[in-house]
Nanobody, 122 residues
Framework: QLQVAESGGGLVQAGGSLRLSCAPS?????????MGWYRQAPGKQRELVAV???????NYADFVKGRFTISRDNAKNTVDLQMNGLKPEDTAVYYC???????????????WGKGTLVTVSS
């Protein structure tokens, strides 16, 4: 099985920025599956935020387009999410996983991690 470690969350004021990092237990190049950032706000279902494929193609949810950027850092073996212009409605626990979750890679599926909490104050 694969595990991921999400980090980089914190408390910021509206308009601020954060950079989240997702570190899987195997090489993301070896995983070879699209990787996504997800979030779950209090009282809401988990939703997809951004996706990056093994070839670097990206896709974003409408509510973050122009503000968030997903990228891969092969040297550090991370999938990062640069979050700019944060809004209070971005407050959520952010997770990373394959897109869709549950893709069976050569190393198994990625279990949901504990996520990293992003809190945006007004």
């Amino acid at each position: 099985q694969l595990q991921v470690a999400e980090s980089g969350g914190g408390l910021v004021q509206a308009g601020g920025s954060l950079r989240l990092s997702c570190a899987p237990s195997r090489s993301i190049r070896s995983i070879g599956a699209p990787m996504g950032w997800y979030r779950q706000a209090p009282g809401k279902q988990r939703e997809l935020v951004a996706v990056i494929t093994s070839t670097g193609t990206t896709n974003y949810a409408d509510f973050v387009k122009g503000r968030f950027t997903i990228s891969r850092d092969n040297a550090k073996n991370t999938v990062d999410l640069q979050m700019n212009g944060l809004k209070p409605e971005d407050t959520a626990v952010y997770y990373c996983n394959t897109n869709p979750p549950g893709i069976r890679t050569d190393y198994g599926v990625i279990n949901w991690g504990k996520g990293t909490l992003v809190t945006v104050s007004s």
